[in-house]
């Protein structure tokens, strides 16, 4: 069983910045993806970004790219998510998910717990 923990989250205003963290605990595999999706209150969980373990390989929602940066430190089996020029649209809890991921059918075989990012206008 794999253990995400999550970490970074919190209030920052419009046009500012977070980093979140999710560091995977007792195993990872190579063919992992790491990655975040969110939940806004009243909304469906969304896909928001993704990196292969093995190679680096990224993916991102529409609304995010451009603004958003994920990348990885196997040694540490952390994936980072770099979040700038945040708008009150990104206000969401932020979850970490690991393994398989299917975006399109929000999926993932390991969650995090969820951390909350507000933007103020």
């Known amino acids: 069983q794999v253990q995400l923990v999550e970490s970074g989250g919190g209030l920052v205003q419009a046009g500012g910045s977070l980093r979140l963290s999710c560091t995977a605990f007792?195993?990872?595999?190579?063919?992992?993806?790491m990655g975040w999706f969110r939940q806004a209150p009243g909304k469906e969980r969304e896909f928001v970004a993704a990196v292969t373990l093995s190679d680096g390989t990224t993916k991102y929602a529409d609304s995010v790219k451009g603004r958003f940066t994920i990348s990885r430190d196997n040694a540490k089996n952390t994936a980072y998510l770099q979040m700038n020029s945040l708008i009150p649209e990104d206000t969401a809890v932020y979850y970490c998910?690991?393994?398989?991921?299917?975006?399109?059918?929000?999926?993932?075989?390991?969650w995090g717990q969820g951390t909350q990012v507000t933007v103020s206008s």
């Open positions: 998910a690991a393994g398989t991921l299917i975006e399109s059918r929000i999926s993932a075989t390991y």
């Open positions: 007792r195993r990872t595999f190579s063919r992992f993806r």
